[in-house]
């Protein structure tokens, strides 16, 4: 098993109701924060003015900052340290999904960075010190209400890039599944899509042994759980524990404990922020196009490991006189469970764009030779992945 340090130091405050306890719970930190959202959600469901009543209740001033979109921009960022800085704010409360987290935690790092935070993204660093971030989490998904990571794309240079910092982990979570009835089944689906591919790209280790005694099976048990919940929740929407366990499921995919001694690979997450980064396609859904084609790549340097993953996470039985057969029946099984769900699998069932593979390869590889830790991805292996999903 590989070495590994692991602090989280996020408080999950989970269950219905426990948004009121938002402004009880800054309080213990601040008395000030910047209010950051995204689009019309917050308000249309209500939740904006239940946060809003819960900082008034507890004495918390705040300076608002809404807006941001889906895949978020480094423009807004800019904005949000600028309001920071001007009105001195050491807090920053988030209340959506992974963009508005994400955007939250750039200006965090941003903030008291000495230059332009775009910096850490392509070259990594550190600022002297981070806000600090919470969140009011409303779709169960990028898991960035408990993780160290942050993704923002730059429209610019066309680039989305990932930064990482023990930092950057929220103080606190409030995750109340009843506030994701209200998502549209795209998106509950483009969740269920990312939560599995976190899990994803941490069970195809790097390290040779790939542990599939504990932690392996941690990783399979979460997958398979998954796959069941997305093939329940469309059928009962509104039923509170298939909801709750979808919430749990998305922290618990990306809050680095199933990837305890395992290392990941990433390629994938690589791969697909560049489709998002030039279509603006929800990240869920870009992942069903990538995954199955980088499977298709790659399997080949451990047929049996992936014909384990299609016997434990889809319960194919193994074929043991022709394992690539199992092997290739789990990545089958995925794609479908995609469809299934309603997500594309390939780029032309999202209508995106064919003719631009050369310029995906070439931003994926911009600061770098290579990208995987299960298998290297080059230049030549990510064009590959592109046009096997065409
Ligand atoms: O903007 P509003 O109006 O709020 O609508 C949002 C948005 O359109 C809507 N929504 C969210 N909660 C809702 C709701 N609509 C109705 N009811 C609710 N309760 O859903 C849409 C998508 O929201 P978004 O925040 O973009 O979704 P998600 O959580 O999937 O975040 C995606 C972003 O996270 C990044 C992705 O790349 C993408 O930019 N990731 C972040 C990671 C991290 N920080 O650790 C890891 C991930 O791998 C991922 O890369
Ligand atoms: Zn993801």
């Given at each position: 098993?590989?070495?590994?340090?692991?602090?989280?130091?996020?408080?999950i405050?989970?269950?219905?109701?426990?948004?009121?306890?938002?402004?009880a719970e800054?309080?213990?930190?601040?008395?000030?924060?910047?209010?950051?959202?995204g689009?019309?959600?917050?308000?249309?469901?209500?939740?904006?003015?239940?946060?809003?009543?819960?900082?008034?209740e507890?004495?918390?001033?705040?300076?608002?900052?809404?807006?941001?979109?889906?895949?978020?921009?480094?423009?807004?960022?800019y904005?949000?340290?600028e309001?920071?800085?001007?009105?001195?704010?050491?807090?920053?409360?988030?209340?959506?999904?992974?963009?508005?987290?994400d955007?939250?935690?750039?200006?965090?790092a941003g903030?008291h960075?000495?230059?332009?935070?775009?910096?850490?993204?392509?070259?990594?660093?550190?600022?002297?010190?981070f806000l600090k971030?919470?969140?009011?989490?409303?779709i169960?998904?990028?898991?960035s209400?408990s993780?160290?990571?942050?993704v923002i794309?730059?429209e610019k240079?066309?680039?989305?890039?990932?930064?990482?910092?023990?930092d950057?982990r929220?103080?606190?979570?409030?995750?109340?599944?009843e506030?994701?009835y209200?998502?549209?089944?795209?998106?509950?689906?483009?969740?269920?899509?990312?939560?599995?591919?976190?899990?994803?790209?941490?069970?195809?280790?790097?390290d040779?042994i790939?542990?599939d005694?504990?932690?392996?099976?941690?990783?399979e048990?979460?997958?398979?759980s998954?796959?069941?919940?997305?093939?329940?929740?469309?059928?009962?929407?509104?039923?509170?524990?298939?909801?709750?366990?979808?919430?749990?499921?998305?922290?618990?995919?990306?809050?680095?404990?199933?990837?305890?001694?395992?290392g990941?690979?990433?390629?994938?997450?690589?791969?697909?922020?560049?489709?998002?980064a030039?279509?603006?396609?929800?990240?869920?859904?870009g992942?069903?196009?990538?995954?199955?084609?980088?499977?298709k790549?790659?399997?080949?340097?451990?047929?049996?490991?992936f014909?384990?993953?299609?016997?434990?996470?889809f319960?194919?039985?193994?074929?043991t006189?022709?394992?690539?057969?199992?092997a290739?029946?789990?990545?089958?099984?995925?794609?479908q469970?995609?469809l299934?769900?309603g997500?594309?699998?390939?780029f032309?069932?999202?209508?995106l764009?064919?003719?631009?593979?050369?310029?995906?390869?070439?931003?994926?590889?911009?600061?770098?030779?290579?990208?995987?830790?299960?298998v290297?991805?080059?230049?030549?292996?990510?064009k590959?992945?592109?046009?096997?999903?065409?």
């Open positions: 098993m590989l070495n590994f340090n692991y602090h989280n130091e996020t408080k405050i989970f269950g219905k109701d426990t948004e009121s306890q938002v402004g800054l309080a213990q930190h601040t008395k000030k924060v910047l209010l950051h959202y689009g019309a959600s917050a308000k249309a469901t209500g939740l904006y003015d239940k946060v809003v009543a819960s900082l008034n507890a004495g918390i001033a705040f300076v608002e900052l809404g807006g941001v979109k889906p895949n978020p921009r480094a423009e807004m960022v904005e949000g340290i309001l920071c800085r001007t009105e001195e704010i050491d807090f920053i409360l988030a209340v959506g999904g992974g963009s508005v987290i955007s939250a935690k750039a200006i965090a903030v960075y000495d230059g332009d935070f775009w910096d850490l993204y392509t070259k990594g660093g550190a600022p002297e010190k971030v919470a969140t009011v989490l409303t169960p998904a990028a898991g209400e993780s160290t990571s942050t794309t730059n240079t066309t680039e989305k890039r990932g930064y990482g910092h023990g950057l929220p103080v606190f979570s409030i995750l109340n599944p506030l994701t209200t998502l549209p089944d795209y998106q509950t689906a483009c969740g269920i899509s990312d939560m599995f591919a976190h899990v994803v790209e941490r069970y195809f280790t790097p040779p790939r542990h005694v504990y932690s392996g099976r941690l990783c048990a979460a997958m398979k998954t796959v069941e919940l997305g093939r329940k929740i469309f059928k009962d929407p509104n039923n509170y524990d298939l909801r709750a366990e979808l919430m749990l499921a998305g922290m618990v995919a990306h809050n680095g404990w199933l990837g305890l001694g395992r990941g690979d990433w390629s994938s997450h690589e791969i697909e922020h560049e489709i998002s030039f279509y603006d396609i929800a990240h869920g859904a992942l069903c196009i990538v995954i199955p084609a980088w499977m790549h790659v399997y080949k340097n451990d047929i049996a490991f014909a384990k993953f299609a016997n434990r996470v319960d194919i039985e193994i074929n006189n022709d394992l690539e057969e199992t290739l029946a789990g990545i089958a099984a995925l794609e469970f995609y299934d769900i997500m594309p699998i390939r032309s069932d999202a209508d764009p064919t003719d631009n593979i050369e310029g995906l390869v070439k931003n994926l590889l911009l600061h770098r030779d290579a990208i995987g830790g299960f290297k991805i080059t230049a030549e292996d990510a590959a992945i592109y046009e096997l999903a065409l």
